[in-house]
Antibody, heavy 122, light 107 residues
Framework: EEQLVESGGGLVQPGGSLRLSCADS????????MNWFRQAPGKGLEWVAN????????YYADSVKGRFTISRDNAKKSLYLQMNSLRAEDTAVYYC???????????????WGQGTLVTVSS | AIQMTQSPSSLSASVGDRVTITCRAS??????LGWYQQKPGKAPKVLIY???NLQAGVPSRFSGSGSGTDFTLTISSLQPEDFATYYC?????????FGPGTKVDFK
């Protein structure tokens, strides 16, 4: 069964950088689009970014565009989120999730990691 | 960006109640809408995909309907493990956007 495990969260000062990782312990990582989501403390869910199976396309939320970069290494079955110019409002639990395709244009985010907390504070 | 609204924002219910949550998109999204359940401190879990398709392993008391701009999640008979927050999310258009959530708690 697929299992996604995030790491790399922690405390960082405003303006700083952090790189999150998401490791897939299953065997089908390269066959799926992968996503990052986040959830600020006590708030709702926000989609952050996603990346195509082969890494050739990436899409971002306006709130992170130009500051965050999503990437993947299919050989290592790993997803990454490089976060630069961090702001207090980036404080959140960050989740990675797989986008599963059922066919006929139907999708879901079916497997999620447990999340990693990023705190941006001086 | 497509704006998603949900109603109600919270509701109090009892075990056995029928619960209905609605989600509205600011523009048509065909049936590109999912419903997710989240419990405190846990990752979201998919219940319904493509508006009306029940995810494997999810109890049949959950159902979804709708297309275009208006969608509904129904729990036919609320169980103790269903007390949680529910989110709709559209993946028709980038950026993907969530509704603000509906918290279901004990009456």
């Amino acid at each position: 069964e697929e299992q996604l495990v995030e790491s790399g969260g922690g405390l960082v000062q405003p303006g700083g950088s952090l790189r999150l990782s998401c490791a897939d312990s299953g065997f089908t990582f390269s066959g799926f689009w992968m996503n990052w989501f986040r959830q600020a403390p006590g708030k709702g869910l926000e989609w952050v970014a996603n990346i195509k199976k082969d890494g050739s396309e990436q899409y971002y939320a306006d709130s992170v565009k130009g500051r965050f970069t999503i990437s993947r290494d299919n050989a290592k079955k790993s997803l990454y989120l490089q976060m630069n110019s961090l702001r207090a409002e980036d404080t959140a639990v960050y989740y990675c999730a797989r986008r599963y395709y059922y066919g006929s244009g139907r999708y879901s985010f079916d497997y999620w990691g447990q999340g990693t907390l990023v705190t941006v504070s001086s | 960006a497509i704006q998603m609204t949900q109603s109600p924002s919270s509701l109090s219910a009892s075990v056995g109640d029928r619960v209905t949550i609605t989600c509205r998109a600011s523009q048509g999204i065909r049936n590109d809408l999912g419903w997710y359940q989240q419990k405190p401190g846990k990752a979201p879990k998919v219940l319904i995909y493509s508006a009306s398709n029940l995810q494997a392993g999810v109890p049949s008391r959950f159902s979804g309907s709708g297309s275009g701009t208006d969608f509904t999640l129904t729990i036919s008979s609320l169980q103790p493990e269903d007390f949680a927050t529910y989110y709709c999310v559209q993946d028709n258009n980038y950026p993907f956007t969530f509704g603000p959530g509906t918290k279901v708690d004990f009456k």
